[in-house]
């Protein structure tokens, strides 16, 4: 191959590199705690450095990259057993949250529920917004229940869950399954039905790590 001729074909430069970066590291191209060289990355890409440098705020805001000290940006460390272990603790925290919502809410929350939802159409579905709007949401499911230590516990967890979420939203039919999903969680809080409503959350959250455990090449 012509050493000059770039790895990447793009019409968005930043999209692009975002892109090359984000599936090396789903890959296993890139290992976890793997320093990213930006200088080798901008002549394997054959870009300049700054589309290099978007890409990375984008995967570090996202979790996937981490900083740190005199080390610059490194890969996060994509556990099967910490996803599995996240996501049991959050559908568990999180109809405990819906049963009491079922109970609590206002029909005027119950309408902004799913209007939150709703505003998820006019996104992207691998969008920074669509996972910004994916969590609050669920905030909203949680915070009508009056359950303010949980709730803030699970701040902590969605904190977390921001590194399989970027996966997820990347995977092909996921956004579309999200809003399916969301649907069913709105369905059943407005029936004030908690069995249908705890059932649309874990299946909702299972279908994460099912799709992000099929798609990464995890170490462990």
């Not at 609050?136 to 709730?151: A, E, Y």
Request: a neutral charge.
């Amino acid at each position: 191959m012509d050493s000059q001729q770039p790895l990447i074909q793009y019409t968005t430069v930043s999209d692009s590199v975002y892109l090359w970066i984000k599936n090396a590291i789903v890959q296993g191209d890139f290992k976890p705690g793997e320093h990213i060289p930006q200088e080798s990355l901008t002549k394997k890409l054959g870009v300049s450095r700054t589309p290099v440098r978007d890409a990375i705020k984008r995967l570090e805001a996202e979790g996937l990259l981490i900083t740190r000290p005199h080390c610059g940006a490194v890969v996060f460390h994509l556990s099967r057993e910490r996803l599995n272990e996240i996501y049991d603790i959050r559908i568990t925290l999180e109809q405990y949250c819906a049963e009491r919502t079922c109970l609590r809410a206002t029909d005027a929350e119950l309408d902004s529920l799913e209007k939150a939802s709703l505003r998820m159409l006019d996104v992207s579905g691998g969008s920074r917004e669509f996972m910004q709007l994916d969590r609050q949401f669920h905030r909203m499911i949680c915070t009508p229940s009056g359950c303010n230590d949980t709730v803030a516990i699970l701040e902590g967890l969605w904190d977390k869950c921001d590194s399989f979420k970027s996966i997820y939203y990347s995977l092909k039919g996921r956004r579309d399954a999200t809003l399916s999903e969301h649907a069913r969680i709105v369905q059943g809080m407005r029936s004030r039905d908690i069995a249908v409503a705890r059932k649309a959350i874990s299946d909702h959250l299972k279908d994460v790590v099912r799709s992000v455990s099929e798609s990464v090449n995890f170490l462990s």
